[in-house]
């Protein structure tokens, strides 16, 4: 069955890194885009970004395009979410879904039918 | 950017009942819209997908549809059921992804 993982989340203080980890299982990784979305605490859900089945096409919101970096390691079924210049409205649970099949540019910003529990980052002083 | 409204924000409902929540885009989407249902502490699940299709698994209970003008969308949920509470979330992808606020959906 379809799983996946995310980890690498904890307590950072404001302006450092983190790198988030997404570990996929029950799938061809490399076929499908994959998602991130994040869900402050008590708050709803917002989309982080996306990134294509080949890792060719990367896009981001607005609230965090120039500070996060998405990758992909498809001989390893793994999805990275680096994010750089953390801010304290950052801190959310963020997780990672899959996308549609062999979707490139604008057609990555389709569903995501499969989603990991969430690791939790709290950026904080 | 497209703004994603959805009302009512809370709904209570009797086992049995329809409900019926809607979701407003600040342009033409042209379908270009899921339902997501997310319960506490989980992740979200995808319900609907293109206004109108439902995922794989899900309840045949949960219809979507649109109004034909593009901007106006609605989940329908038959016959609730106490497992049907929860967060549903609609999300348009005509530009970069954006979720609704969320409706909630409890029992009486």
Redesign the interface.
Request: glycine content about 24%.
């Given at each position: 069955q379809v799983q996946l993982e995310e980890s690498g989340g904890g307590v950072v203080q404001p302006g450092k890194s983190l790198r988030l980890s997404c570990t996929t299982s029950g799938f061809t990784f490399g076929d499908y885009a994959m998602?991130w979305?994040r869900q402050a605490p008590g708050k709803?859900?917002?989309?982080v970004a996306?990134i294509s089945y080949e890792g060719r096409n990367k896009?981001f919101?607005?609230s965090v395009k120039g500070r996060f970096t998405l990758s992909r390691d498809n001989f390893n079924d793994t999805l990275y979410l680096q994010m750089n210049n953390l801010r304290l409205e950052d801190t959310a649970v963020y997780?990672c879904?899959r996308g549609t099949h062999e979707s490139t540019g604008y057609d990555t910003?389709?569903?995501?039918?499969y989603?990991?529990?969430?690791t939790l980052v709290i950026v904080s002083s | 950017d497209i703004q994603m409204t959805q009302s009512p924000s809370s709904l209570s409902g009797s086992v049995g009942d329809r409900l019926t929540i809607t979701c407003r885009a600040s342009h033409d989407i042209s379908n270009y819209l899921n339902w997501y249902q997310q319960k506490p502490g989980k992740a979200p699940k995808l319900l609907i997908y293109d206004a109108y299709n439902l995922e794989t698994g899900v309840s045949s209970r949960f219809t979507g549809s649109g109004s034909g003008s593009g901007t106006d969308y609605t989940l329908t949920i038959d016959s609730l059921q106490p497992e049907d509470v929860a967060t549903y979330y609609c999300q348009q992808y005509e530009n970069l992804p954006s979720f609704g606020p969320g409706t909630t959906v409890d029992l009486k």
């Open positions: 998602h979305v709803g859900l917002e989309w996306v896009y919101a607005d997780y879904g910003y389709q569903r995501g039918d989603w990991g529990q969430g | -």
